[in-house]
């Protein structure tokens, strides 16, 4: 049975800001108009006992709860009190992890006080500074949400409940950004790669230079903040880049949906019941995430029959003919599934972002070894990553065939399939 132990209730369908590059509202999909606004009590209730049913049958005795949205704090504070109760009673066996992922606009002490007595722990989305958090991060006025959020985050210090997230922007200089995050006394931090695809490239990748060998961005900025990150003895957490030291490290079983090879046991229910795979993919297509399967009337397990939740859920063994030749496959994964996209091809191919992967991954395993005595290196016997030895591969006959039954599921995800 496939074991899913993170569950997304996007308990709001709308939001209090308007970001330009949002997947929910922004790009492919506009689904979420015929959603309600909030999610019912009841519904909560009804996707409780069901989770209680799948955990048992499943064997899984600890799971994450994410409130989100939409703007899950567009909800009175008692919505979460009730939430917690019914998950408490209804399904007492169970360990939970609660978190409340927000945009911080209407974060205040209020809020931190119910979210500590109910032990809700909280992330933050930020995109840098003023300036470039303005632009994108705005109210449907158009005005920037930045010193909002700051206020939030500056408080949250006090309550130690607070990560923040934050979608990458290659055009924020690093030492700004950093010095940012440094003055904002942040300890936890999640990058987030720009949502889009080979038909609706992401912001900052240039169309133009897309197929040039040496063109990687995303690279260039990330290892620049890697370098600035690694010398600071007194660092913030950085998932992203702590996963990829680990895995280039030798460690197995880390990574998300971005990176790695581990499954990806999420589900997110919808506020009016329905049960879905996750809704960053979205961005790919309009409707590529619906179907009929709504907690109201179908078990948990009902997903599981879903194409979509079966490529998304072993995305990273669901790769490419180029990906499963790759030398950073392991690391790598493929990328995240949404990222692989195209009309032609649907998500056979590797991540929009594989240069920079190959770039990223190869310099933090250079920067490694080049901290290690020359015999270590030698008794380690590892092949030394080389980003131009691995983008010269690609071209070269592969070794490894993906089965055709692989090919044509990742190929049968076209627009014009399911439109
Ligand atoms: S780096 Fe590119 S080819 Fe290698 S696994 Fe990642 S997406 Fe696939």
Known sequence: MYKVSSFVLKIASRCNLNCSYCYMYNMGDSTYMNQPK??????????????RDYCKKATIEYVQIVFHGGEPLLLQPDYFEDCIAIFKETAPNLEYNFTVQTNGV?????????????????GISIDGPKKYHDEYRVFHNGKGSYDKVVEAVKLGK???LMGLLLVVNIHIPIEE?????KKLGVERLNLLLPDGHYDQAPFGLDENRFDEADYTPYANWFIELYKIWKYDKDRPSIYFFESLIKMVMGEEG???????????????LETDGSIEVVDSLRACFEGITRNEINIHSN????LFENDTFQVYYSAHDNVCEQCLNCPVYDICGGGFLGHRYSNENGFDNPTMYCKDMVRLISFIQNDILDSLPENTIKQLDVDILKYENIIKGFSRNNDLKITT??????????KEVIA
Do not use: C, H, P
């Open 177 to 181: 950004l950093y010095s940012e995050m």
């Open 254 to 268: 880390l990574g998300n949906q971005l990176i790695g090879r581990r499954t990806n046991g999420v589900l997110v």
């Open 299 to 302: 078990k948990l397990e009902d």
């Open 405 to 414: 039954e692989t090919q044509k599921k990742l190929s049968s995800f076209k």
């Open 38 to 51: 909030f999610m019912s009590l009841d519904t909560v209730k009804i996707f409780a006992e069901k989770l």
């Open 106 to 122: 209407t974060l205040d002490e209020k809020w931190y006080k119910l979210l500590q007595k109910n032990d809700i722990s909280v």
């Open 158 to 160: 006090k309550y130690n």
